[in-house]
């Protein structure tokens, strides 16, 4: 007599569910990705600090204060200095610089105060606006260290190492005879004048301190490019009166003295 199969166990086997396969590991594509908020303020951020790296250590921008370098120069005319220029190739005769106060040449400064203020001088700091601080000078150089500069020869010209020069870019009108000088300029600093010799304070009014030369920690960087206003956009070439190699020779024997004198304003 034959037997059939237990069906209780049959229907056991066929309700037992079988095990559900393992789940694949989520992509990383479906983490959640940065907002556009939170991406705009990096961005932000990075330019600021890229701004403040230029500002400080490449190139910075200037307003113009004074009437003292006409017409290379205007009042409010924007230039590009170059702090690259000066750091490495250091300061030779013929460029115009920007340079802190030594001391005495300028009135003290108004601070900007008020929400106005600091968003100027917030702005200033990161390079988007030029710097106006009131206590910055731009000047031509007219000597570096160990020249002998000297005013003036018959015709009214600086005579530089023996050398008297011609100087086209003096404002018409403008001679350098205001104070006669004769000095030596010291190491490690460089001999100003404006290119408006009429209404610049400069080196020759402040032959007491220094021989009236301005030291070269106290110099920011050359001025190499005017950016405005557009019609007289350019670059701030030397001259080619300073390439005569007669400028090299070491400078004669001093024969007179220095006297100080009062500063005209500007």
Same mark, same amino acid.
């Given at each position: 007599m034959s037997?059939?199969? *237990?069906?209780? /166990?049959?229907?056991? /086997?066929?309700?037992?569910?079988?095990? &559900? *396969?393992?789940?694949? *590991?989520?992509?990383?594509?479906?983490?959640?990705? =940065? /907002?556009?908020?939170?991406?705009?303020?990096?961005?932000?951020?990075?330019?600021?600090?890229?701004s403040v790296f230029v500002r400080v250590f490449l190139f910075q921008a200037f307003f113009v204060p004074s009437q003292s370098m006409e017409d290379t120069l205007l009042v409010k005319d924007r230039i590009l200095t170059s702090k690259v220029t000066t750091k490495v190739g250091g300061v030779s005769r013929g460029e115009v610089i920007v340079?802190?106060? =030594?001391?005495?040449?300028?009135? *003290?400064?108004?601070? /900007?105060?008020? =929400?106005?203020?600091?968003?100027? &001088?917030?702005?200033?700091?990161v390079g988007l606006l030029p710097s106006d601080s009131g206590q910055d000078l731009v000047k031509r150089v007219i000597g570096v260290a160990g020249d002998r500069v000297a005013c003036c020869d018959p015709q009214g010209r600086i005579v530089l190492n023996g050398v008297s020069l011609d100087e086209p870019y003096i404002k018409p009108g403008g001679g350098t005879a205001q104070q006669k000088f004769d000095v030596i300029v010291p190491p490690d600093s460089v001999f100003v004048l404006g290119d408006n010799r009429g209404d610049s304070s400069d080196s020759r009014f402040h032959l007491d301190a220094n021989n009236g030369a301005v030291p070269l920690g106290n110099v920011v960087g050359r001025a190499v490019f005017r950016m405005w206003p557009l019609d007289r956009l350019g670059f701030l070439a030397i001259p080619e009166t300073f390439s005569n190699p007669a400028l090299n020779s070491p400078p004669p024997p001093q024969s007179t003295s220095p006297s100080p004198s009062t500063s005209p304003s500007g």
């Open positions: 037997h059939a199969a *237990p069906k209780a /166990s049959t229907r056991a /086997s066929r309700g037992a569910r079988e095990p &559900n *396969p393992p789940r694949a *590991p989520r992509s990383r594509d479906h983490r959640r990705r =940065p /907002s556009l908020g939170r991406e705009v303020v990096v961005i932000v951020v990075v330019a600021l600090a890229l340079f802190s106060d =030594p001391g005495g040449w300028l009135p *003290p400064g108004l601070e /900007s105060g008020g =929400p106005t203020g600091w968003v100027k &001088n917030g702005l200033t700091f």
